[in-house]
């Protein structure tokens, strides 16, 4: 463990006879191994963005040395940006509420799914505006929760409004950002 390899490979190239292609190369791939013209392998990055969700970018640094995966906190970060958004699916009741970019400092909204507990949207701000424009792109939502806040009641003119969070619907403690 901890030894560095160095892979070198063979792969085939193609060319395209055609003057007025854009490409004219074609390069064969090795999908189910690497990506194209990245440095890791699938298995590398896969390893990586585990140890990222695990740990964030600077703990994920000190854990891959750890692991005999020497990688800089900024190759944890992108990583984890690679890593494809869960389907949203159908949302029929929806929570908005507060969560700060930086504790107490700066916030959004952040909305879930109130029937199965999972984040369905981040919006950079607390305006009723950025509220209204979400609920447009899903107009299956039926119920709108709000916690506190008055701004978000008018970016939700037409749903059913419940003035307060009920408790039976109250979002777990570790879906707050903070
Ligand atoms: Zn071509």
Redesign the pocket.
Known sequence: MGRPIRLVFTVRKFF?R?ST?S??VFTERLPDFIEASSRLTKRLRTAIQDIGFATGGKGGEHLGDKLAMPISETTVLSSLYLVPLPEIGQVHVVGVDDWSWRRGKRFGSILVNLETHKIVGLLADREAESVRQWLATHPEVDVVSRDRGKMYIDGVDSKRVLQDFPRSFAVPMSTKIL
């Open positions: 395209c055609n292609c490409r004219k």
